[in-house]
């Protein structure tokens, strides 16, 4: 039976890429439905997806691909194990927690890795005392949803700067209610994806907050990742195959000129502000291409380096079962290397 425990997360610098994916066929003609839950709602973050299939990338590969809002990034694990959806958008380190409580044959596995590096913050006023400096955090309240991929993955940040458990005190609250406590100066600070915090950026000003990147405190970690269930990937490859050559298409198009991409999610969702999501979109870009992509491509990632991370996921969260690198990520679906190839 599946169980429901999940997190987010872990370290470190890489080393060996794996081995070369397999080239698959075009699919037929006849277009194939396949369902695809995002992690969150319709924003700039998730434009390449939408840009596929308002220009037809999808339907070239043979794909008729519904593209569903999500519920957080765990959250899509659950869909794609239940069945319910074949593709999902959500955390790789999650996953590894999925994998350790379901030991086995993998249900779900990563197919292309969206987030090159997860792109966890922690935005604290100024006013509150709260820097650049991880230290500063000591005593605050910080804000977090209760199961929330970056409030998940702090330990890891705990343990690289060596802080204390206790250096700060959790205040959990909805993702939507994030912006306001902050706003009101209800807490000190507050865990965001950070191309999530465009929408307390336009509230508050730059100059009153400051930025904590995981990745400055060191902490390396791969981010939400296209996800497969694995029923999908050993019957029928050529779909996820399609679905990752038409997205990946598509992200190449979005990173060179997002005005395409954002087009498209306005059509999906009018209500949205066109120049928000471009700014929300430079900030995703920062974490969709770090600069590691430079070396394996979009989509890709270093087997040194999510080994890394599985163990610190499984130390810190004291998983009984520490799944294999390769059954966390099954690269064999993925474009060519030509096709991924990416350089700022």
């Known amino acids: 039976m599946l169980r429901r425990q999940f997190l987010g997360t872990s370290t470190a610098i890489a080393a060996s890429t794996l081995a070369a994916p397999a080239v698959w066929a075009q699919p037929s ?75 086995g044959t993998p249900v779900v596995q990563a197919v292309y890795q969206y987030y090159n590096r997860a792109p966890f913050v922690i935005i604290g006023r100024k006013d509150r005392g709260i820097t650049s400096d991880f230290q500063s955090l000591k005593g605050k309240r910080i804000a977090a949803a209760a199961v929330e991929s970056t409030r998940r993955a702090w330990p890891m940040v705990a343990n690289k700067l060596k802080l204390g458990a206790d250096h700060f005190q959790w205040v959990t609250t909805d993702f939507s209610a994030r912006d306001n406590v902050m706003v009101r100066g209800d807490v000190d600070g507050a865990t965001y994806f950070h191309d999530s915090a465009v929408s307390l950026f336009a509230r508050m000003k730059a100059e009153e907050l400051s930025v904590l990147k995981y990745t400055e405190a060191g902490v390396n970690l791969y981010g939400n990742a296209v996800l497969a269930s694995r029923k999908l990937i050993t019957e029928q490859p050529a779909l996820v195959a399609g679905f990752l050559r038409a997205s990946n298409r598509a992200l190449k198009e979005t990173l060179a000129n997002p005005t395409a991409a954002i087009a498209a999610i306005k059509q999906r969702e009018p209500i949205l502000d066109e120049q928000v999501e471009l700014e929300r979109w430079r900030l995703t870009a920062q974490y969709v291409a770090a600069p590691d992509v430079a070396t394996h491509g979009l989509g890709d990632v270093r087997k040194a380096l999510l080994e890394e991370q599985i163990t610190q996921v499984a130390q810190v969260f004291g998983l009984q079962n520490r799944p294999n690198a390769d059954n966390v990520f099954e690269r064999s679906l993925l474009p060519t290397g030509a096709e991924r190839a990416y350089k700022a």
Request: proline share 4%; glycine share 10%.
């Open 29 to 103: 003609t006849k277009l194939t439905p396949l369902k695809f839950t995002l992690d969150f709602r319709v924003t700039g973050q998730t434009a390449p997806f939408f840009l596929a299939q308002a220009q037809g990338y999808y339907r070239d590969e043979g794909l008729d691909v519904s593209i569903d809002v999500g519920a957080g990034s765990v959250t899509s694990i659950t869909r794609v194990a239940s069945g319910v959806y074949q593709l999902g958008l959500g955390d790789i380190s999650s996953l590894t927690e999925f994998q350790a409580q379901n030991p």
